[in-house]
């Protein structure tokens, strides 16, 4: 199991004691209904709302490729966009 980090949540009455029979029903705690809940909310979350997609388009493939396959090289294509935003090119308005 992952690292699991404290986190305190108020439930209404009524979900608090819905939850708790079920716990109590199915055996399990209600910490582990919740996360599962999560888990399954965040899975359903549309893509768009993912920040690493950001980084989509952020390459093109076309021309020479210092790297190889922007699909299989992406980490060095990002290690080297993030050095140069570092260092810009004297030759650059």
């Known amino acids: 199991m992952e690292d699991l980090v404290p986190f305190q949540v108020q439930l209404e009455r009524r979900q608090h004691a819905r939850l708790k029979t079920l716990a109590e029903a199915e055996g399990r705690s209600m910490g582990s209904m919740i996360r599962e809940s999560v888990a ?47 260092h810009p090119d004297p030759g650059d308005p």
């Open 40 to 86: 399954t909310y965040l899975a359903d979350r549309p893509v768009a709302d993912d920040p690493l997609l950001g980084i989509i388009g952020l390459f093109e493939d076309i021309g020479e490729r210092p790297f190889g396959d922007v699909a299989i090289n992406h980490d060095a294509y990002l290690a080297d966009a993030s050095w140069r935003e570092g």
